[in-house]
């Protein structure tokens, strides 16, 4: 099966940088996914790493080391909009089209 | 936003009643997933179905079926409601090699509470 870890919470400053590492096991890993969601909301896709390295789409970059079976998701230019929960999840090429999430880390972000 | 809605919203219902959810798109995309979303949990899959009339377990299935007869619907229930499934519950879509990871597309979320 998989797991992952994430830590449960965050706090940080509006402009600060915020970030959420995921260590993950799985035994045919395929890629490492970013998710967001608002209280009371749905998650909401934010990005996806298949091979090593860094990829950046505006103030969040994700990044993904295979070899340790690790990624984080960074934040950049906190803004209070970005106090949500932020959830890895691991697709596994022996699972089919599965996503296995891990707990979420809460981030608040005070003024 | 993907066309994805979900009824109803919010439930109240006696333990042991049947409940059924379900979960619209609009997409015509091919993998449907039923989540439920407790705290501390994060999102764990019930069931999957991977075209019409193919459905597959997930790593919570105990106590649920599911049902698509058509690609638009993916329908949920619980035979005999329980406390313990008390949750929110996340119907999603997918069509792969469509997006980037097969990125998952989540509905508004429907609220169940079990008494």
């Known amino acids: 099966g998989q797991s992952l870890e994430q830590p449960s919470e965050v706090t940080a400053v509006e402009g600060a940088i915020v970030q959420i590492n995921c260590t993950y096991q799985t035994s045919g890993f395929y890629g490492l996914s970013w998710y967001q969601q608002h209280d009371g909301g749905a998650p909401t896709f934010l990005s996806y790493n298949a091979l090593d390295g860094l990829e950046e789409t505006g103030r969040f970059s994700s990044f993904l080391s295979r070899s340790d079976s690790y990624g984080y998701l960074l934040l950049q230019e906190l803004q209070m909009k970005d106090s949500a929960s932020y959830f890895c999840?691991?697709?596994?090429?022996?699972?089919?089209?599965?996503?296995?999430f891990g707990g979420g880390t809460r981030v608040l972000v005070k003024p | 936003d993907a066309g994805i809605t979900q009824s109803p919203r919010h439930k109240v219902t006696e333990t042991g009643t049947p409940v059924t959810l379900r979960c619209h798109q609009t997409e015509n995309h091919r993998y449907m997933y039923w989540y439920r979303q407790d705290p501390g949990h994060g999102l764990r899959l019930i069931h999957y179905s991977y075209g019409v009339k193919d459905t597959d377990k997930g790593e919570v299935s105990d106590g649920y079926s599911v049902s698509r007869s058509k690609t638009e619907d993916f329908l949920l229930t619980l035979e005999s409601a329980t406390s313990s499934q008390t949750s929110v519950y996340f119907c999603a879509i997918s069509e792969p090699g469509l997006q980037l990871g097969d990125t998952q597309y989540f509905g508004p979320g429907t609220r169940l509470t079990v008494l």
């Open positions: 999840a691991v697709r596994d090429s022996a699972a089919g089209n599965k996503l296995t």
